[in-house]
């Protein structure tokens, strides 16, 4: 495990204050982190995770965003890299959004995607 210094991934200002809300729902403790990953699956290859996690294994990277915990496991972080998250609620649809120099193609539903040179 280390401490990186640079996220790969940034978060607007939304995201942001919506990740501070579920942080919130768990008490802020300190061992609570956000978890920004893929993992195989999904209908176009590789499906976005972000959850609320408090494991940190010797293979993940400790980031503070704007005094945001998260964690990004390394294997993540080649496909991520660059990647914006947002959080929008628009006529009662909320949820957060990845937008990914790394994805070739991304599902219609927008929470997988096909990176770039391996299609």
């Known amino acids: 495990m280390t401490d990186a210094t640079t996220c790969p991934v940034q978060f607007t200002e939304n995201a942001l204050k919506r990740l501070r809300a579920v942080l919130a ?3 802020n403790a300190p061992d609570v982190r956000i978890r920004v ?3 195989a699956g999904g209908c176009s290859g590789l499906s976005y995770v972000l959850d609320v996690d ?6 993940d990277d400790l980031y503070e965003v704007e005094g945001l915990p998260v964690v990004i496991d390394r294997k993540s972080r080649r496909f991520l890299e660059g990647t ?5 609620f628009q006529n009662l649809l909320a949820g957060f959004t990845f937008s990914n120099p ?4 991304s599902c219609g539903c927008g929470t997988s995607f096909t990176p770039k040179g391996l299609r």
Request: aromatic letters at 4%; zero cysteines.
């Open 25 to 27: 729902k768990h008490g």
């Open 54 to 59: 408090t494991r940190v294994t010797e293979k």
């Open 84 to 88: 914006v998250i947002d959080y929008s």
């Open 37 to 39: 990953g893929v993992r």
């Open 102 to 105: 790394n994805a070739e193609r």
